[in-house]
């Protein structure tokens, strides 16, 4: 083989690995079928439940995703994706499992609180508030 062959061989072997190694930057968050089917366990509706989901909220998801769900907390500048805006109708379509799921798996910048929050109760109860968030 010649030279330029080898360089060109090696330069695409490098891309492919690389496209293996570097973190999934796209914007699309794939969440299981099975995960998007599960159902809240929860009351929606009951005022302590809400509460308690609006106090996990203020601790734990605030200060990126903002007050009021816009996306504009203090650390949201330092993120590198887009920390969203839960009162759109883009998100509030969402089904209950999937924000279950995005909340415990978590994905680049959104860390995952399976371990934070350790009791599903209370992720469940997050869920329940951020749907008071709609515009």
Known sequence: MNKPTLFTLAISLTLVLYSFILP????DWVVPESAKKVKNPTDAQDKENLAIGKTLYSKYCQSCHGKEGFGDGPKAKEMKGDMGDFSSKDFQTQTDGTLFYKITKG?????????????AEDRWLIVNYLRTLKE
């Open 24 to 27: 999934d930057q796209s914007t």
């Open 107 to 119: 994905r680049a910048d959104m860390p995952s609180f399976e371990k934070k929050i350790i009791d």
